[in-house]
């Protein structure tokens, strides 16, 4: 049973640029959360979505968006790419109302 | 908001026990717990929730109370295996809402 997959592993982008993660959720799971975690620091809380809905959102800016599909992958989006963007980017699943979260391995974001 | 934790760091030898204490300024419906070794994904150990049980796992076990908006996590006779970043997750509304992590414990056992 395959876990979290996430791609590309690893990323290096120039500032101003674009990029965009993916996500495909554990098998059975239809929530998928994002979190940005920089080196040393727990994981925070960028926005989760379910039934292809923006459910709730932490605090960053519209530089950051999202997509959820009907089979229950998931993108994230950065525009206009900042240095301080260089992060590790976890995709998390879930089942709506369940309990526990199922993380992928990351995407390693470098911005120069 | 953030949950804070304490200790930020724990040493340990293999067999020896540690507590890594969660807490939360507002009024918890859960507590999750996190293990996440380096350059790897946090993987799930338990979840407390809010008027539940203490929930065990082997020989991590977790408490949580509901009064103080807290949580720990116990780990008992420790082993290598345990060593790596704890990091407990809250939940404020219900099992739908946001989770979000806190400060992280590191931890390192020793032979």
């Known amino acids: 049973d395959a876990g979290v997959t996430q791609s590309p592993t690893h990323l290096i982008k120039t500032r101003g640029q674009q990029v965009t993660l993916r996500c495909s959720p554990k098998s059975g799971h239809d929530t998928v959360s994002w979190y940005q975690q920089a080196l040393g620091q727990g994981p925070q809380f960028i926005f989760q979505y379910y039934e292809e809905e923006e459910r709730q959102r932490g605090n960053f800016p519209d530089r950051f968006s999202g997509h959820q599909f009907p089979n229950y992958s998931s993108e994230l989006n950065v525009n206009a790419l900042l ?15 369940g309990y526990g979260y199922t993380f992928g391995s990351g995407t390693r974001l470098t911005v120069v | 908001q953030q949950p804070v934790q304490s200790p930020q760091a724990v040493i340990l030898r293999e067999g020896e026990d540690a507590v890594i204490n969660c807490s939360s300024s507002k009024a ?11 350059g790897e994904a946090p993987v799930f150990l338990m979840i407390l ?19 103080k908006q807290q949580s720990s996590l116990y780990l008992t006779a420790s082993q290598l295996s345990y060593s790596g970043t704890y990091f407990c997750g809250t939940q404020w509304g219900d099992n739908t809402d946001k989770l979000i992590f806190g400060t992280g414990t590191r931890l390192q056992v020793f032979p």
């Open chain 1, 83 to 97: 240095l301080g963007d260089s992060a590790l980017y976890l995709c998390a699943s879930s089942r709506f109302r």
């Open chain 2, 49 to 67: 929730l809010k008027g539940g049980e203490q929930k065990g796992h082997e020989k991590i076990s977790a408490s949580f109370n509901e009064k």
């Open chain 2, 28 to 38: 918890l419906y859960s507590v999750h717990w996190y293990r996440q070794k380096h």
